[in-house]
């Protein structure tokens, strides 16, 4: 095709061949003329030869169709000619710009006939989720820059992006996440009888031998018997219930709100494992709609890792919705928590308090504050600005928080990097007080 | 397309030779026939490039060119005795042949100093084509001024400078009529005019052409040795075609069709490649693999 500037240089070149021939000055006919064919010559040879060519190019590329967060992963972009004449072109690979690419995933290739070259670079996924990953663009221009021919090689692929072992691994390290989260206070009990005393009662016959309190035989009647009551535990159930909708999709370069509620719940979930207990999820919008019953393997983190890897945040949030969904699936013992900015908060007025779904369930509230996802101002005016925003988002959020406090639910807002220590605590206190 | 090192602007210098010596010849001539006051500002336009940031640079020709027309407009509606303002009296310019040839002069300049200046070569391409004709036809006038008699039928033995171009124009037009009308062309002005320095003007188109080849050549690092064989083949072929199309025309030149010849030649070899760009771009093909 030729360009823009292509044409205006035709269109110039024929005004001048016209006026030369109305002036008849011989000397400055014989310039346009040869400046003329030139680049008529130039075009076609280009049309007719390499910009034509291009589009019998083959390539291939191979890249993981699953890839972890902030871990490098390589592509190979494997051009071949399959004509007999010189192929030279300019390859642009989009999946660079997707994801943080690092190498040659673009350049000028030079491929004699029946030549194959191969590239190689590795990508540095930053955020999590499904990516749908484009096509190789190849370009040649002729040798006057006045023509291009484009071709888009086009085979649409998706990526997932899996949750970062970087960003879990502190977790799973027993000795980190005491010394970070639990400090050292196991609340892991054997399931089933308990250790707790509770206090005596009278025996009955279906009672074990081994419980009796024998102490205390006799100490009434001389005959009676007395049996120990311990504290029953029970395995807690605790479901995650996370908003997925277009408003948890903000932040900047490798900070982004989605990404750090995944991986804070996961890092989460193994605690919770760890402590002998069930983890379930929810994924919600009104897009996404997902769950998972508590189990107390680490299959359901894998089974939360897979599926946020295959999708990436859509739709809008209701918390009427979610609270639907959890009254439905959830168990009465479980523990829930919600998780989700209220980026676009519905309208919480008293009149629609009794509208609200009545749970009945341990429901704690997680407000995660936007203002952790803003990019730092860079001169005073900026941060003036932001300030007196912040200060207005505070005001919005805790007439939230009042407002769900109201219904029954458990609610606080939450920075970016206290979102996991908040849940531990959370989780920690009602497992004292169950 | 664009190149900002030092040899991209003196290779557009010598691209602009020839203009530039014509300018040369004809300047020193024209100096009495032009207005400083309108020539000078239009001349040094191009250097505001330099000083005032790309962004800001661009509202400077459409700034002149409003503030030029209202200029116009007021010396003309002052020059009727419909509007009269003391205060914008000073701006005042007077509508005769010595404005026109200033601003004919001015433009040239422009032109030339943007073609250096310039990033793009089609640009500087443009300038040369553009100031060539403008300048050959301020040349003609005075080469006419210089000897009245050149012209046949033309029955003066002195003439003033605007006299001259309105000659030359005048011949322009009986050209460009007896070649719609009659299909040959007659009383080519420039052809009838035997014009001086034809030898350096020539050496200094062809001097035009290498350096411009030269410049495309070298711009940029990629592909250099892939560029070098397609522009030389370009550049035979189109010197090919261009011997065979002047031979023709020389050869039709004596039945008065040479250059109708060369005219439809230069139209058809400019529509092909034309016609050759459609459908040949962003054409999307599925057959990479991908695994």
Redesign the interface.
Known sequence: ??KK??????S?????????????????????????????????????????NI?RL??????SKSVAKNSSSRVVLTFRNPTRR?I?F?YYDTLSSIFRGDGPFSG?I?LGGGEVKQVEYTILPAAIGRYRIG??IVYAS??????????????D?FVGVTPSSMTTSTVRSERLSNFMLTQGIHLSRSVGQGYNFYGIRQYEESDEFRYIAWNRFGSLTGEDIYIKQMEEERTLDVVFAIDYSNGVNQGYGSIRMFDDLVSQVINAMYVVLRNHDAVGYIISSSLHDSYHSPEKTDKVVKAFGEEVSGIRPAGSFSIEDLLDKVGKNVKKEALVFILTPFAYPEKFISERVKLFPVVGKDINVFIINRFSYVKRASNEADRLLLRSAVAAEMKNLKSVSVFLNRLGLRTRIVEREAILVRLIREYQYRRVVA | ?TDHRFSSYFLKFVILL?PIFLLLVIFPRLWGYVNPDILIPIALLPLLRPILKERLFSYVYPAFTIFFLLITLYSMLSSAGIYKNSIFNMFTISLNEVTVTSIILGLSILLIEEGILTK???RT??SV??T??FL??QF?ALYLMANPTAVPYLNSTHLTYPEALFAVFSL?GI??YS?VVNGY?YL?????LN?PY?KI??AL?LI??IS??IY??G?GD??I???AV??G???T???L??LV??FIQNALSRFYYG?AF??FS??F??I???A???N????????????
Not at chain 1, 29 to 41: G, H, K, N
Not at chain 1, 142 to 155: E, K, M, N, R, V
Not at chain 2, 188 to 192: K, N, S, Y
Request: one cysteine or more; a positive charge; charged letters at 15%.
């Open positions: 095709m030729i500037s292509g044409y205006a240089l035709l110039v070149l024929l005004y001048g061949a016209f006026e030369s021939f109305i002036l008849g000055y011989r000397n400055f006919v014989i310039y346009i003329a040869v400046l003329v064919f030139i680049v008529s010559a130039d075009i076609m040879i280009f049309h007719n030869g390499n910009g034509r589009s083959e390539v291939n590329r191979i890249a010189r030279y300019h000028d030079s096509p190789i002729d040798p006057l820059g006045i023509c291009i021919s484009s071709y888009i090689l086009t085979h692929t | 397309m020839p793009k070569i089609q391409v443009g084509i553009v060539n004709l050959l036809e003609a322009e050209s460009l070649f062309q080519l002005p420039l052809a009838i014009l034809e003007i020539l188109f035009s052409i411009l080849l495309l050549f711009r990629r592909w040795s892939e560029r397609g522009l083949v370009s550049v072929a189109g010197s075609m261009a199309i002047l250059g060369l005219l230069l139209l070899i400019s092909v490649p034309m050759m760009s459609r040949s771009y962003n054409i999307r093909i599925d057959r990479h693999k991908e695994r």
